[in-house]
Each structure stands twice: as C-alpha cells, then as structure tokens.
C-alpha cells in the first residue's frame, strides 16, 4: 500500500513589521493571527506537520498554545528564521525553503512530497482552503496551487500611454459586456499556496509548471496590510467565523466586570447623589450556579462605588475594585490562583476590557458592549449587559439548566 504524501504546512510569521506593529500577534475573534493560520493547517487532514518559522519567540509561544489547545503539540514546529530573512525585504520562498529545510533535518525520517505557503494575514483562511491547494497537487496533478477569489469587476489602468490616460486591463472600454458575457476573472487571495516540494527547491518560486486555481468564498478574501484592514478584519470576525462556544471543559474560572455586563451600563443618581444600579435576576441565578460548580469567580472593575462591593457580597463572589490596570490585576489574580490565563473566560463590554481580552483565553463580550470589545471578542452573546448575559454564559458553560450533571445521574 502507497504511503498518503508528507505535505508540510509552512506559515512565515516575522516579528517585526511596519504597517502594523507585532500583526502577526495582532488578534481577530480573539485569537492571535498566527494562532488562526495554525489552527486552519492543523484543522486539515491533508497536512502531516507544520512549521512556524519565526524571529519572535512570542509568536513561537502562541503558535505552541494553539497546537496545545488543540492536542496537536507534537505536528507543531517552530523555527528560528535567521536575521538573513528576516528583514521587510526577504521573501516568503526564502522563508519556504529554510524551514523545509529545517524539517527534514529534524530526524524524524519524513521528506516532504509537497510544501504549503500559508499566510498569517489572510485571517479568515480554512481548512477547506487548506485542503484544496495541496490535494491539487499530491492528487490532482498539479505541481503549484494556490487560492483565488472569483472576480466580477472591470480593471482600469492609469497611465499616459494611451491617448486620454486610461486604459480597460480586463475588457474593451468601448463594449460594456454583461456579467454573464464576460470570461471568468480571478483575483489572488494571499492566503494559501502549495507547491510539489522537489520542483520548489529547482525553482525556488511558488509558481511553477501547471498551476491549479482552487476557489474560496469571496466573502473572506482579505489580506492585512494596514491599521485598516485590521479593523475590517475585526468587524468581520463575528460573522465570518464559526462561532464555537465555550464549555466547561474550556474554561477553569470567570472573571466578570461589572458595570455594562452586569447592569445596562445605566446609573441612577438620587438628589444625594447615592448612586443605584439595575441587575438581572437570572445573572444572579447563573453567577450562583457557577460558583456551586466549583469555578473560581471574581467580579473584576474600575469602578470604586459601593455598590460593586455590594453586589459582590448578594453573590458570594470575590472581588476587585477600583482598578485602573485591569489586565495587571487579572494577571497577579490568575498568578495567585495558579490558573493559566488562557483558561480564564473573561465577560466585558467596553475599551477599558481590552487589554483582559488579550490575556483571557475566551475574551467574550456582551451584545450591548462596544464595538472594538464585540470585533475584540472570541464569542458574543445574544443577550445584552444587564439583561441576562450572564446567564446566557452560565448555559454555556453548565448547560441550560445550570448543572453539570447529567438528568440520568444517580441522586448525591
């Protein structure tokens, strides 16, 4: 029996780069974009290993947390990409070919029959993606693949050439031909590629002799470049990505702000200026629920008002107040609970819950909360702040009814 093809997945990731600072870290839907390109090279069964070739050991370090997450550690490689290629002027096939290089000298015994090309910058990437540029070419018969987008526009050209300045690329400007009538465009989405490994080592570029195009969803054709596209990306997260929820098995504590996740982020002053907020019976059903699980809990604000406290004492919840460095108390918090930050679900709803966001593992934001925290944020609820969001979370975690026993389990 023929052995299945060694296919190696290859994702460049520098640390240095200068339309966005650290981008390869940069998150969308809560998830660092090295750690997105990871997942989708894991996902695909058509992939036997992949390397992260790197000059940054922070992204070696998330590229490692999202194979572990996914119990795929061992397929996991990262590679120290050497200063030579690592400058804004080296190029990916560079990048390619040190890290199969350094693949096959690992020892482990594999020469890769083909090697993919995939970019952290292209966020809403596949699996399917994944696995249609290298079946085109281990099975299909092509020696170079990549992923395009179907193109329905009219391309202008400007320049001084032609007589008035500009020129039709892909039709006559004179003949306005319908949709239908037009040849089939497509446009390079800079998301995957796959080459047959021995004719990339001859000749050293991603495009050699028959070269497949393997369709993707238009939809999520997007490559980050600038500040811009990174907010687009983030804008496009919830609806773009599947939405996984949380469960129990997820998560080994809750952190929860307060104002605008456990209230309407309204405040009612009295002519004494004592100060009242409105909670939600159900949150408090779900935060009692959590803690008879066995979650550690905290309630976790910047606010310095009575009322935090207050709350936190009906619940039966620690609690830190008063904080201006919200990510720095979470931080110590985690550190003296001995839990690791990527299993802390983090709930908020504003700017000042960004930087929790970026240390929570699930960084969740409520349905009333800002847009930068819903774009920011690894799942959403349908529930607004103060309206139940929490025991909307609680469900997730512990089921609808708000316990982790099956209705079948014997009475304790």
């Not at 316990?403 to 014997?410: D, G, I, L, Q």
Request: net charge negative; glycine share 8%; with cysteine.
């Amino acid at each position: 029996m023929t052995p299945p093809p060694t296919v190696l997945a290859v994702i460049p990731a520098r640390g240095g780069s200068k339309g966005v600072p650290a981008k390869n870290l940069a998150q969308v839907g809560g998830v660092p974009l090295v750690a997105r390109a990871v997942r989708a090279c894991l996902a695909s069964p058509e992939v036997t290993d992949v390397v992260v070739t790197t000059d940054a050991p922070a992204i070696a370090d998330a590229a490692r947390s999202a194979a572990e997450a996914l119990g795929e550690a061992s397929r996991l490689h990262c590679v120290q990409r050497p200063a030579a290629i690592s400058g804004d002027t080296a190029t990916s096939e560079a990048a390619v070919l040190h890290a199969l290089d350094a693949y096959e000298a690992m020892g482990h015994g594999r020469t890769a029959d083909a090697v993919l090309l995939v970019q952290c910058t292209s966020p809403f990437l596949t699996r399917e993606d994944i696995d249609g540029v290298a079946t085109a070419v281990t099975r299909g018969g092509a020696d170079t693949a990549l992923t395009v987008a179907a193109f329905h526009g009219f391309v202008w050209r400007d320049g001084s050439a032609v007589e008035d300045g500009t020129n039709g690329v892909n039709h006559d400007k004179a003949v306005r031909p319908r949709r239908q009538d037009r040849p089939q465009d497509h446009l390079e989405t800079g998301a995957a590629y796959a080459m047959d490994a021995a004719g990339f080592r001859t000749h050293r570029h991603r495009f050699f002799g028959r070269t497949a195009l393997v369709p993707t969803d238009p939809a999520r054709a997007l490559e980050i470049d600038d500040p811009h596209d990174l907010a687009r990306a983030r804008a496009l997260a919830p609806l773009l990505d599947p939405s996984p929820l949380p469960t129990r098995a997820d998560v080994d504590a809750v952190v929860l702000d307060f104002d605008g996740t456990q209230t309407d982020d309204r405040v009612l002053v009295d002519s004494d200026g004592r100060e009242t907020v409105a909670v939600h019976r159900g949150d408090g059903l779900g935060i009692a629920a959590l803690r008879k699980s066995g979650l550690p809990l905290l309630i976790l604000s910047t606010e310095q008002n009575p009322v935090v406290a207050a709350r936190a004492r009906k619940l039966q919840v620690p609690v830190l107040h008063g904080i201006d460095r919200k990510d720095l108390a979470l931080k110590q918090w985690c550190e003296e609970q001995s839990i690791a930050p990527d299993r802390v679900l983090y709930v908020g709803n504003d700017v000042n819950d960004l930087a929790c966001f970026g240390l929570a593992g699930w960084p969740v934001a409520v349905a009333s909360a800002h847009d930068s925290v819903r774009a920011a944020a690894r799942a959403v609820t349908t529930n607004p702040g103060g309206f139940g969001a929490i025991r909307e979370i609680a469900a997730w975690l512990l089921g609808p009814t708000l316990t982790t026993e099956s209705p079948n389990a014997p009475a304790k």
